[in-house]
């Protein structure tokens, strides 16, 4: 009895061991399958998807052709005619689109696939040095230099990806370049997927290389370290945040009143925040105010005239002005909207900007609508509008005082930028 006890026993065991294997094989091959299912879609679905923004470009954009003469772009249309002869994947399709509309030169017009597929999840932005991590994890460290990607030096990953960014600039190419590096897509177009890992190599600031596999993971995984990250970009600095988009703080120390804006949205609660801050600007006798740009890709331009209200002459509003400097801080992520608040300010002399160029031109297409390709799904923006905003430059809105961000700042916490403005300041 006491001998069959222990045999029911032994096969139990091995029954369960038997389960878990299946059950951790079942889940290895699912994690090897692709996130979303292959697409294919036949020639004459991408012709009529093709014609269709074909018809939407000359209908609405300003000027499509703008970059390309005439016989450029008939020619080019022509060769992705040709090239839609057989059948295609949705991805394929929408590379072979999207690298034809990147070609206009136009950052507010591009194409979007919205399907959930994975990320790699590598934070990265550029610094002094080149291209560098922000946040710690899966064997990278904050600060490391980014050396290669797979079997490609970071030149020519920036260069193939460019080829794809709608980009008026080359630091909005290299700005996208930090998401399109962690798109799934990308990085097989690429050939940089392998096992589903992808091999990095960098550096760290010692000097020291290495290599790192990092697996591919779900979009809410990488989007929740990305936020993560944002919350703690100026986490030296303290603010008092009415929302996550803007928000203000009083430095008395420094003489500063500083507002960070990071999307236009010209909602009540901003408006109302604005007039706030300037309230306890002049209660509290602050002789300088800083408007922070520099995480902001645009949105409603009416944002620009709670500021200019207030920082104009009084001669042209009932306002109660402030009479101090005004320093506005921007980045390659500075774009649109935003771009067209630093060009208000700097072409009338209203303040200093301080930090890097701008992600786009002030001689730009703006007002986009959104529409969608009939049978791909890929979703369409386009522009309708074209403004001069600048008289001064022509492919980016450039600072009164470049200050690049340094490995070492990203390191430190440092706010660099920021620095300079107090530095400014006291030599007033």
Known sequence: MKIERKRNKSRMAAGIGVLFFLIFFSWYIWGQQEANPVVMLEPDE??????????????????????????????????????????????????????????????????????????????????????????SGYGVEKGDLIVRIGGMEVEEIVKDLGRFVSAENPYWKKFRANYFIKDEYYLKKLSLVKN??????????????????????????????????????????????????????????????????????????????????????KRDGIGNIVIDLRQNPGGDSAVIVAFINRIQPSSINNYSNFTGNTYVLISNHTFSSANMFASVIQENNIGILVGEPTGNSPFAFGEVISGVLPNSKINLSLSTKEYILSKTYKDAIYPDYLVPKTRESIISNKDIQLEKVIELIKEK
């Open 46 to 135: 991408m012709q009529e998807d093709f014609q269709f923004l074909i018809d939407e470009m000359l209908a609405k954009h300003p000027d499509p052709s703008r970059k390309m003469t005439k016989e450029v772009w008939d020619k080019r249309i022509a060769e992705i005619k040709s090239e839609l002869d057989s059948e295609k994947s949705t991805t394929d399709f929408y590379f072979i689109l999207q690298e034809f509309v990147a070609e206009m030169e136009d950052a507010h017009t591009g194409l979007v696939m919205l399907d959930e597929r994975r990320r790699l999840p590598l934070l990265l932005d550029w610094t002094e040095e080149g291209w560098t991590v922000l946040e």
């Open 196 to 281: 589903n890992q992808v091999v990095v190599t960098v550096e760290n600031i010692q000097g020291e290389k290495r290599k790192v596999r990092i697996p591919l993971v779900k979009k809410e995984v990488a989007d929740s370290q990305m936020t993560d990250a944002e919350d703690n970009w100026y986490s030296w600095y303290k603010r008092f945040n009415d929302s996550n988009t803007f928000g203000w703080s009083i430095d008395h120390e420094n003489d500063i009143g500083y507002y960070y804006l990071h999307t236009c949205d010209d909602t009540r609660e901003y408006r109302k925040s604005v007039s706030l801050f300037f309230k306890e600007v």
